[in-house]
């Protein structure tokens, strides 16, 4: 597996977390609270500010949790080869439950709601702490697989470049839509149209995400760390 591959697949695991049914839906809720606008008015400066302010909060949010996921298999050593068995097996039932969905208690919701606009680049930016802390149903599976996958490496560079592009796939479109909103509202339909096949997708996506955890061939990474600690 190349490095490419490697770097591939977080991202796409951020771009489907962004075209999910827990997501795609509500972008134009998130970005009238971001930007203060209507439907009717698209862009201005003040929303792509406010969007990125928002990405990197909830960037932030998923960075640190990258670090913390390495740092707990850095610890346990050397029962991680254990460890990544039961990773890899809860990540081919996540992938599973997305596609069948069979776990109803999965489906517990904790998303980030506000009837006020935030005030400012400092509350753009605790608004997308508060995304990436509420995890919903649909970005969950997604982003504790990802998790998983960048804390089996045991060192924190890796994780933290599995989260950074994760978070790159996640916010990038989200970058596109506040400065395309117009155009993004013409296609919201089709999309919205397609999201059990892109469910179908990620669930996919998982089960082979998981496959590499429980075979520890995912390790191609480790070759851009130098050896010897965890960073």
Not at 129 to 143: E, M, N, S, V
Not at 182 to 210: E, H, N
Request: aromatic content about 12%.
């Amino acid at each position: 597996m190349s490095d490419t591959l490697s770097i591939f697949l977080a991202f796409a695991a951020g771009l489907l977390s962004f075209l999910s049914p827990c997501v795609l839906p509500l972008i134009p809720s998130y970005l009238s609270i971001l930007g203060g606008m209507s439907a009717g008015d698209s862009r201005g400066p003040h929303l792509i500010v406010g969007t990125v302010s928002f990405i990197l909060g909830f960037s932030a949010v998923f960075v640190l949790l990258s670090i913390l996921s390495s740092l707990f298999f850095f610890f346990i050593g050397g029962i991680s080869q254990y460890i990544n068995i039961v990773a890899g097996i809860i990540v081919i039932v996540l992938g599973l439950n997305v596609i069948f969905d069979f776990l109803s208690f999965l489906n517990y919701e904790k998303r980030y709601h506000s009837e006020k606009r935030p005030r400012g680049i400092i509350g753009t930016f605790l608004a997308g702490l508060a995304f990436g802390a509420g995890w919903t149903p649909c970005i969950g599976p997604i982003l504790a697989s990802i998790l998983l996958l960048a804390g089996q490496q045991g060192k924190a560079g890796v994780a933290v470049l599995y989260l950074v592009v994760y978070s790159a796939g996640l916010g990038l479109p989200f970058l596109g839509v506040a400065i395309f909103f117009d155009r993004f509202l013409a296609r919201k339909a089709w999309l919205t149209s397609r999201l059990p096949l892109i469910r179908k997708i990620s669930g996919v996506m998982l089960i082979l995400i998981g496959i590499l955890i429980l075979s520890g061939k995912f390790t191609i990474l480790n070759r851009l760390i130098p050896s010897g600690g965890i960073l």
